[in-house]
Each structure stands twice: as C-alpha cells, then as structure tokens.
C-alpha cells in the first residue's frame, strides 16, 4: 500500500487541537469494546467500534484546530469523491487512548449529567439549544460553571479544573504508532504518548440507504435520553413502534389510554413486566418527523444501551430506519465551533448502527 | 512503661497514618523523647517499599509524658487502620468529611494502658455534643510491645550516594499522572538528571507514554566528584502500584525531594510543614523491580 521506510519526521497525519475535551467525549461515547479502527480521510476521520457483528458505532471529526493528511502517493485528485481509496486506516487500543488524553485529569472527568439533566420543559424546550451555543461560544460562561447549573458546555464536562490540555497528534503510516503530545501550559509537563498501530481487520458493512428510508425523526436528546433512562437494564428487547400521522388515530386523548397507533411508541420488555412510552405529535417534542408507512422493528436493548454515554453528552439525535429495521442514531456532539463540512454535516457526531432483531417487519 | 500525650494536630497525624495505612497493614510506631517514628520495613507488600517516618514532637502534641526502661523510648506495632478509625472520630467535623460523630472535639488524650492483660493504646475523646452537653469517647486500639532485642535489629535501609537529587512537582499532579498509567502498565520508569529534568514513562506493547518536566530544581548537595555530566539521565523502574501508593501522602507534602540510584533505588522525603522547619519527614525507600 505504501513504502515502509518512510521516514518518521515526515507524517502522514498532523493535527491538533487545543482542548481534548471534545474529542474526549466522542471517543468515550464509543468506547465499549477495545479495539477501535480509524480511517482518515482529506476532512477528518472516523472511528468505528463494532460489537456482535450488530452494531456499528462510528464518529466523525473534523473539529480539530489543525488537520494535515498528506496522502500518500495521491496525485493532484482534486474530486473528493473519488479518493476513497486513498484513506488510511488502522486500529488502535481506544482505553489507551482515552487514558492518555486524560493524562493531566482534565479532558472532563465527570462525563455524566446526572445532577442536572433537564425535565420535561414544552414551553421554552425550543430555545435551548441556541443557549447551549451561545455558551459554548462564551469563554467567559465557561468559567462560572457553578452558577450554571444544567446549562452550557460544563454540564457536558463535569467543569472543575480551569486548565485544559491541549494536544498534536502526528502519524506516520502503517507500522508506525499514533503520536500524541499533551501539554496543560508551557511551564508545566509535556506528554508523549505512542500507541501502538494495528493492521485493520475489515468491518461490518451497515450501510444506510436512504432511499430505503421508513422513518426519520429528529429530536432533541434529552427526549431520548430520558426515555431509555426509564427503562431497567434488565430488559431484553426494546422495540420501536411507529406510524405516519395522519393515521395515528387520536381516540385516546384525554382518556389517558395508549393510542392504537402511536406516532411513535418505545416499548420495552424484561423479566420484570414492560414499558411503554409514546411521543406526541408536537413540533417542540419531534423537530422533524417523517414516517412513510407503519413499522414495527425490536432490537436488542444490552445494544441500545451502549449509545448511552453518547446520547448522554449530545445536542440532538436523529433517528432513522430503514425497510429492513437497520437503525442508525445519529447524535450531534458539541464541538468548539458548530462548523459544518462540505456536505453540510455537523463537525462531530457518534453513529450508531444497530441491525433489528428478527424479522418482524412491517405491520 | 509510661506514656500520655494530648494530641493537637489531630488532622496531619489522622493523614500521615491515612498515608501509612494504604501501603501495609501493620506499623511499627515508636515514641521517643523528642520524636515519633512510623515504620513500615516488611518486604511483603507491593513493590516492597519501606517508609520511615520522623515527627517531631512538639509539632503534634503537648503535655507529652514518656518514661521506659530502655532510654525512654516505646516501641510497639499496631494497625493502622485501627488507629486511624480512632483519629477519625476525634478530628473536628468541619475538617474532615469522614467524620459523622457530630460533636466538637476539646481534647484527645493518647495514652498507654493495659485492658485485661491486652496493652492498647487509648484515646480518651472528650468535647461537647451539638446540644452543647459534655461528652467523652473513648477508643481502645490494640497494640503489641515489640521486645527491646527486636527493636535493635530496627535498621534504616542502607542505600548508595544518590546519583540525582531532585525536587519533585507537587505530589498531587503526579499522583494523576499515575493513576492514569496505571491500567496500562505495571513497571514505571523514573527519570532524572542533574539539571532539572524528570520523566516518567511506561513501555509495554500496545503503548509508551513519557511525561517530561524540564524544569526541575535540582538541590544543592555536596559530592566528592561532581565531573559528571548534569545532562545524563539515570533511571529506576519500580513497581507503578506501589508508587501509587506512595503518592497517597500528596495530603500531607508540601514539598517533595526524590533521590534517584541509578538502577537500585528511590528514596523520596516528603516534607510535613515547610522545608525549613520541618516538622516532620516522610521517607519511603522504593527499590528497584528486579527483573521485567
């Protein structure tokens, strides 16, 4: 693929960022099984975690202050389309990377929101994702975390320690490890982390065709969130109900009894009985919500639950599956500026892929 | 065998016995006329690292009554763990978080006693419940006289002339480093030289972290040959879990001083209180792994 004498002072990859916390939070959003393939590509890369050939987990960045991919051997290919073949890609230990990144205890400790996640708020749930921005934009709000309590970028980190470690990652090619320098400021340590490289085994193929496209809905994730929170770990499947609305007939209203065709409807099963949890069809509660025709697809919920840690720290979720019950979740993290690359994506979002369970198909 | 002492620093003593408990589970403690000495010298636990501790006195308690035989010293073992559930409950609520006893310490007296046969040392807790009524607690913690023939054999490790001295960053920023090397590695390699670097660093197959700091103090100390290159680093790699452990007394340092012999050992004085008047010193002596 490429010459292996390349020399080491001239890498493939450089890139750097000045506070590792948001790169942090993607990698632990998937940071549930070891070994992690990355792919870098012109715009940034991705990593991908698959578990029990059902799940596919992978992240997308670009939010680096400084991104350098020399290809090699790439000619002047200037069709960004075509250069897919040019991507690099290797595996890497992801805890080790994790623990590196967070050498000097400050890429965000405490990840978990626990102590102040947001309730169910209808009236002014709309606007708070512009404040989100807006304070992540503000250094100024970052500092006074204590008094934020719930809102702003600290609610996603834990907030604590002032410093911040900032990082330069370089790779040079297969063989060759993952460098990564970290340093908190100039007087103090400096980190060098090398991790070793790892040939890439292939990976499930999960493709998401759009044009097979059943059900889209965008939300905000604490919506999702605080329905998964509900349901006991003990559950075994979970299974997700959803008809276009015109058809979902309204007979319930004011009776409290379920809908006999929801808009959409999570419904859990364990040991211990099971949980059922309808949306309304209310604009503040589903941004966008596009349902082709009724559906019904179970998935294992142990895979469900591992989007938690990423569902946890991000803005919005998209939500779609397909005709065959592939499920893939979007979630929209926060980055240092919401950039958006060519094809108009967010900077950095987790993926997840999960297959449905069995073929209970359409209704 | 006489012995009785009203303790005033009860929260740097309950520390330094917090700092002892988490590396062995039974200590040799040792009172003299001017000093208290905690001594940790079994080989078993990890990494095999001795601690010798010396406070002085005066810095801890007052009224301080000793009288024995043998010069007026006492030594005996106990467990750390026991006596530092009694610090525990004497140490004033606001200080401590651990403390649930809900009444405001006056005086804690440590004396030794004999209860049916069982020498213990007790600590007498007297201070006023929030009701503002008098109260006293009593903890007895269960103590073996070590045999005069025994405490001679008490021996200090024998150790080189260090190759490097070097005033360690604050004991707490390392800890962190550490503890994140921790699942990684088992082997730390501790780094010196003579002008003003450090490093720690792991090597196993999946990855090497090196940690640099470039500007160290290195102390003065007086040396028959200083023609040696202030640049070479020398090193000591040395069980990361035991150096961990060590890096517990972050709670009691104000300034840390690392002695580094090239390949054998490192001994590090952790200072109680300024550097200048010192109330007191931690020293742990952490050897060398043998093989890996």
New interface residues.
Partial sequence: MMPQDRDQSTPILKASVHDVRYLTALFRGVNFSNRATVTITRTGFTITVEEAHALLAFIFATLFDEYAYDQPGSGEDLDSQSNDGDNTAFEIPLNTVIECLNIFGSAGMSMSTSGSYRKWKISDGGSENDDERNEEHDPTKQKKNGTLAGRGIESYFGGGSEKRTSMRLSYSGPGYPLTMILAEDASGPTTTCEITTFEPEPILDLNFDNSRLLLKIILKSSWLREALMEIDASCEKITIISSPPGEATTIGIGRRRPLEKPILRIHAEGAFGSTQMDYPNDKDVLETFECEKPLKFSYRFAHINRTQRALQNSIKTSLRIDDEGLLSLQFLMPSPQVRTNQEGQPSAFIEFRCLALDDEGLE | MRFRTSIDDIQTFSRIVQTIEKIQKKCIVRFTEDDVHIICNSETNEGSLQVWCKLRVDCLFSDYRIQSNSENTITLMLSPEALLVALRSATPPSTSSSNTSGYETEEVVMKLAKKNDQAVLSFEISGLSRAGRRMRVTHDVRIDVMKPADVELLEEPRVPEPDVHVVL?PLS?LK??V???K??ANVLAFRANNNGKLQLSIYT?????????N?CVNPKVQRQNDERDPDELHEVCISLKGFLKVMNSYIVSTTTIACLCHQYCIILYVYIGDVADARGVLTFYIPAMVSE
């Fill in positions: 960053p920023k962190t480093i503890e994140r090397l699942p990684m197959e999946s990855v090497k972290v090196d940690t640099d700091w500007n």
